[in-house]
């Protein structure tokens, strides 16, 4: 009976560690250009206004610049990523880009 309960205590404590939400937006969009320099950086460039990088420092550069690549080549949209929750994908200058994914 005593483990029971503090079984039932460690669960109830467990509940009340606040989590994190793991949030992010994603936007589909169609691609207009994409720039590739200023020491590594990624823009991309959206036909809706909206605009993102990536910065040179970030493992995740060639690959979104491999499928963006391809993206825009094909005419097939792209749905991008964003760390925050919540951006407006018409947003310009977004330096939060997570990730592309190609459509």
């Not at 939400?21 to 200023?38: K, M, P, Q, R, S």
């Not at 951006?87 to 592309?100: F, H, K, L, Q």
């Amino acid at each position: 009976m005593k483990q029971k309960i503090l079984g039932l205590l460690c669960l109830a404590m467990l509940a009340l560690i606040p989590q994190r939400a793991a949030a992010y937006t994603e936007c589909t969009v169609n691609l207009l250009d994409i720039y590739a320099g200023d020491g590594g950086m990624v823009w991309l460039d959206y036909t809706n206004g909206g605009s993102g990088y990536v910065s040179a420092s970030s493992s995740d550069r060639e690959a979104i610049l491999s499928l963006a690549t391809t993206a825009l080549v094909s005419k097939r949209q792209v749905r991008v990523r964003y760390q925050a929750d919540g951006v407006a994908c018409t947003a310009a200058g977004r330096g939060d880009i997570e990730g592309v994914y190609l459509l």
